[in-house]
């Protein structure tokens, strides 16, 4: 295709694949931060009944971390924490590395309180690591959110370029049919002169026969019949010019055909230029506005008094948006935010919306002409 976005899809294949593995790498990231700082906090439970000795500090801290990853969706996502809690001295207490769960009598109060004491006397450390591996649900999601979106833009880009190359060919047609009735008019022409060069060859002959017959009568009237025989002749060499003329402009014509049917004419690549320059003026100047392609291409097809007021209403949507005096407003086929229509010069339409997020988009321009398709696109945005 003549104008596929061969730049696009090699970022399309490429950005994926690198977006994928960047995000693993900050879920990861992400998770172990948010695991350690919950577990910072709740790991412990109350030190004021471990220090009055009524449960061991190792069977605490390994039920408030089985408890919070029990109530904890992440397992069923694929994210396998591991969890180390250590005293200064690297002695475990957090895997279990035995059955603590044996009931306290009353007589090991003071025991289990001063065992708990010397723990905390000595500090606890607290380390999360967390392994998401691609194969995980949460890595086939990312992968799989990545790939819907890179087949949407690619989708979209595949449909502009489809766009361009209809309308560039509708254009190369009209063209062409233009030139195909120019030369037909011009082969009238030619078949007219045709009949006149008959006609004047029929008189020419005519006259010199007359000539001779009259010659024979009388010889006064020689010159005044040669003299007209010659502004026979006369006329019958312009029109014999003039045909050679006329076939010489339909040769043209045909090249000119046969020139369209194999490139695009300088009319339209320097519209295309123009509207590359005009997009990047119009980006640079108006920075508080989001300018759709759809405005960019409608502004092109104005003329430049149209085009002038069409960019005094932009510069006042940049500028103060309560400058601009609002006709009435359009309402469209599931549309979220309502679209303003902005009336300009003697039939100009100008289309904006505000965003939800803040901000102001101009959709399109257009006139009185191109209303219908205008609103149409607008039913599709």
């Known amino acids: 295709m003549k104008y596929f976005p061969f730049r696009l899809l090699i970022v399309c294949i490429l950005l994926p694949p690198l977006l994928y593995i960047g995000s693993l790498q900050g879920v990861s990231s992400g998770l172990e931060k948010k695991y350690s700082t919950d577990l910072s906090n709740i790991y412990l439970g109350d030190t004021t009944e471990l220090l009055q000795g009524k449960e061991r500090l190792r069977d605490a801290v390994n039920r408030n971390i089985n408890a919070y990853f029990a109530k904890s969706s992440a397992q069923y996502w694929g994210v396998k924490p591991n969890v180390l809690v250590t005293t200064k001295d690297n002695e475990i207490i957090y895997p279990a590395s035995f059955d603590s769960q044996a009931g306290i009598g009353p007589d090991d109060t003071l025991a289990i309180a001063q065992e708990n004491y010397e723990l905390l006397n000595k500090g606890l450390g607290l380390s999360v690591s967390l392994s998401l591996s691609p194969g995980s649900p949460a890595g086939l999601a990312l992968l799989g959110l990545y790939v819907v979106v890179d087949i949407i833009v690619l989708f979209v880009g595949y449909r502009r370029g489809l766009a361009r190359a209809l309308r560039e060919e509708e254009e190369k047609d009209s063209r062409i049919r233009e030139l195909r009735e120019q030369e037909r008019r011009f082969a009238?022409?030619?078949?007219?002169?045709?009949?006149?060069?008959?006609?004047?060859?029929?008189?020419?002959?005519?006259?010199?026969?007359?000539?001779?017959?009259?010659?024979?009568?009388?010889?006064?009237?020689?010159?005044?019949m040669l003299d007209e025989i010659e502004s026979l002749e006369a006329q019958l060499e312009k029109t014999r010019l003039r045909q050679e003329i006329q076939r010489a402009e339909i040769d043209k014509l045909r090249e000119q055909i046969n020139e369209l049917n194999t490139k695009p004419t300088r009319r339209q690549a320097r519209k295309a230029r123009g509207a590359d320059n005009l997009e990047k003026r119009m980006r640079v100047l108006y920075k508080n506005l989001d300018i759709h392609e759809r405005t960019i291409q409608g502004?092109?097809?104005?003329?430049?008094?149209?085009?002038?007021?069409?960019?005094?209403?932009?510069?006042?949507?940049?500028?103060?948006?309560?400058?601009?005096s609002v006709k009435r407003k359009v309402f469209g086929k599931g549309r979220k935010t309502k679209v303003l229509e902005v009336a300009f010069g003697y039939n100009g339409r100008l289309y904006f919306r505000h965003k939800p997020a803040g901000g102001i988009e101009v959709l399109c321009v257009g006139t009185k002409n191109s209303q219908s398709r205008d609103l149409d696109f607008l039913d599709r945005v």
């Open 299 to 324: 502004i092109t097809d104005l003329g430049e008094d149209m085009r002038l007021k069409a960019e005094e209403v932009i510069l006042q949507l940049n500028t103060d948006p309560s400058l601009v």
């Open 188 to 224: 009238e022409r030619i078949e007219e002169l045709d009949g006149l060069k008959e006609k004047l060859e029929s008189k020419v002959d005519r006259v010199r026969n007359e000539l001779v017959q009259e010659r024979q009568q009388a010889s006064a009237n020689e010159d005044d």
